[in-house]
């Protein structure tokens, strides 16, 4: 196949599929890896470790007194900010090492810190911006599952700029949809920066806290696929927020050169239709 330029319809930025270096879905060895004994042991996240942590902002389900055992969910200030505010959600209060190992009641919880914090953000002027890095070369500094909500004073560039009446045609291409579910589909991007780039969304934006919920349901099978096919991948996502909100999956499988970051277009070697058939696939 030849190499085939696309353009994200939201954002308009340039993908070159060039499936020509052999890069065969199918590949995945390995599950995630058992946690090592020092970082069990040392894992600040974990329940009975309270006070490892900055004072809580918030944890569900609501108990009193703040900062002892007995949370589902747990946000803590971060302690380096790299911007005006910067909080950490734990996902659990067990050592989970990937998104795609929590379970139901944890993702509703999630879900719920998610949209709690991010209307206290807004309340105070802030566009809360909504991330999760997982594996070290996505970012991630702790193994123990967990997001972040970034203040930022304004929408970012990646937010203000992009089309989001166009996010309905990303979830329109049915040879590249993977699940859909709840009103939630979840597909591969048509013109994915890296293998495997895929968006989770509302086929009609709502702001009701279920679909988030849904759309982390399948954000997790998600993620779970893409284990069961390339092994742990490092990944980071993250939630734009706005009048047609969605969730970015982006999976570090490649590395940004000269051309990713000088020319500002992609090389993407895993053509979508091909990434689609192989999560639609793998069993989540
Ligand atoms: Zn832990
Ligand atoms: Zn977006």
């Known amino acids: 196949m030849a190499p085939e330029l696309r353009e994200d319809p939201l954002t308009g930025r340039q993908v070159v599929?060039?499936?020509?270096?052999?890069?065969?879905?199918?590949?995945g060895v390995a599950r995630v890896e058992a946690a090592t004994p020092d970082e069990l042991e040392t894992c600040p996240f974990c329940a009975g470790r309270e006070?490892?942590?900055?004072?809580?902002?918030?944890?569900?389900?609501?108990?009193?007194?703040?900062?002892?055992?007995?949370?589902?969910?747990?946000?803590v200030p971060n302690l380096y900010p790299a911007f005006e505010r910067q909080e950490v959600v734990v996902h659990s209060p067990r050592?989970?090492?990937?998104?795609?190992?929590l379970d139901s009641g944890e993702l509703a919880l999630v879900a719920e810190a998610w949209r709690l914090r991010s209307a206290a953000a807004r309340d105070a002027g802030s566009y809360p911006h909504v991330l999760v890095n997982e594996g070290r070369q996505a970012g991630a500094s702790?193994?123990?599952?967990?997001?972040?909500?970034?203040?930022?004073?304004?929408?970012?560039?990646?937010?203000?700029?992009?089309?989001?009446?166009?996010?309905?045609?990303?979830?329109?291409?049915?040879?590249?949809?993977?699940l859909a579910r709840g009103?939630?589909?979840?597909?591969?991007?048509?013109?994915g920066r890296t293998p495997y780039e895929s968006v989770v969304?509302?086929?009609?934006?709502?702001?009701?806290?279920?679909?988030?919920?849904?759309?982390?349901?399948?954000?997790?099978?998600?993620?779970?696929?893409?284990?069961?096919?390339e092994g742990a991948v490092p990944w980071n996502a993250w939630l734009h927020?706005?009048?047609?909100?969605?969730?970015?999956?982006?999976?570090?499988?490649?590395?940004?050169?000269?051309?990713?970051?000088?020319?500002?277009?992609?090389?993407?070697?895993?053509?979508?239709e091909t990434a689609a058939a192989a999560l639609r696939d793998a069993t989540g």
Do not use: K
């Open 17 to 27: 599929f060039a499936p020509a270096r052999a890069r065969r879905p199918g590949a």
């Open 51 to 75: 006070d490892r942590t900055p004072p809580e902002t918030l944890a569900l389900p609501h108990r009193d007194p703040p900062d002892t055992p007995g949370w589902g969910v747990r946000v």
């Open 95 to 101: 050592h989970v090492r990937s998104f795609g190992e």
């Open 142 to 178: 702790l193994a123990h599952s967990h997001s972040q909500v970034v203040w930022m004073r304004e929408p970012p560039p990646a937010v203000a700029l992009e089309r989001q009446e166009r996010v309905a045609d990303l979830l329109a291409c049915d040879d590249l949809v993977v």
């Open 183 to 191: 009103g939630i589909v979840a597909t591969a991007h048509v013109a």
């Open 201 to 229: 969304a509302p086929r009609v934006p709502s702001r009701d806290g279920t679909s988030l919920a849904a759309a982390l349901e399948l954000l997790a099978e998600l993620v779970r696929r893409l284990y069961a096919v």
């Open 241 to 272: 927020d706005g009048p047609h909100w969605h969730i970015e999956l982006v999976p570090r499988l490649t590395v940004l050169a000269g051309v990713e970051l000088g020319a500002g277009v992609y090389v993407n070697p895993l053509p979508p």
